[in-house]
């Protein structure tokens, strides 16, 4: 098993998306016909749209079809035909194996239609890790320094009841936002929960071609999980490792 892999991560929700142009040909019946093999069960939904021209008062209503493809792993890729999107989601991720071999058959399939030119228009990875804690003073063994004292600080506000911070980072050649607090699930009342946030956003919305999009999501995973390690306790790390 990879070193960075870790069985017992507090990873609640993995969204793999990938965004594609409002033009964009793509079939997506087909392509979920073309995948259904791969997954346990596909599931169709209809979408309703209604557009309303204000210079002629004018109604269009159109239908979309969504396609969800559930696997027995717990993934869901998901196609939305109004959004043009295409999307993997799970609440339980443990390495990069949950989506690569299925990332690469969607490729295949896509390049399949025969369309030419296909791009993402944007991709992004997130990880929203949920960290239990019960007491303030424990911030400091999941968090590093300087993060966990501004959490610790801000506690001490009266009638609060969401603490969260949010950082942006410009790497080379995509970004990355980290939200990180207490963000109380039963907020909106004030903070009684203090289970602590991590939600690490890898992105980039510029026009990438569908032969770069192994290239590009290896290195988001890559760069999130770097930044990861930059936010949380070593020794946290390694209990999640080793549990």
């Known amino acids: 098993m990879n070193e960075n892999t870790l069985k017992k991560n507090k990873i609640n929700q993995f969204i793999l998306r990938i965004d594609l142009p409002k033009d964009s040909q793509i079939d997506f019946k087909r392509l979920a016909l073309d995948l259904q093999g791969e997954y346990e069960r596909l599931i169709e939904n209809i979408e309703h749209n209604v557009h309303f021209n204000v210079s002629t008062d004018e ?22 035909t109004l959004g043009k999107t295409i999307s993997f989601e799970t ?58 004292k501004a959490i610790v600080d801000s506690l001490a506000k009266q009638d609060l009841s969401r603490s969260v911070f949010v950082e942006q980072y410009n790497c080379e050649g995509f970004y990355i936002r980290v939200q990180y607090g207490v963000v109380n699930k039963f907020y909106p009342a004030v903070i009684s929960n203090l289970d602590i946030t991590l939600d690490i956003d890898v992105y980039y919305g510029g026009l990438q071609r569908i032969e770069d999009w192994k290239d590009v999501i290896r290195t988001y995973n890559h760069a999130a999980f770097a930044k990861f390690k930059e936010y949380v306790e070593p020794s946290y790390i390694n209990s999640m490792r080793n549990e």
């Open 59 to 80: 109604v269009t209503k159109r239908d979309f079809t969504n396609y969800t493809l559930v696997a027995d792993n717990g993934i869901k890729l998901i196609m939305n």
């Open 91 to 148: 609440t339980s991720y443990i390495d990069n194996s949950i989506y690569v071999d299925r990332l690469e058959s969607i490729i295949e399939k896509i390049n399949a239609q025969g369309i030419p030119d296909v791009m993402a228009a944007r991709i992004g990875m997130r990880f929203i890790n949920i960290f239990p804690c019960d007491r303030k003073e424990n911030i400091k063994r999941i968090l590093q320094k300087p993060n966990d």
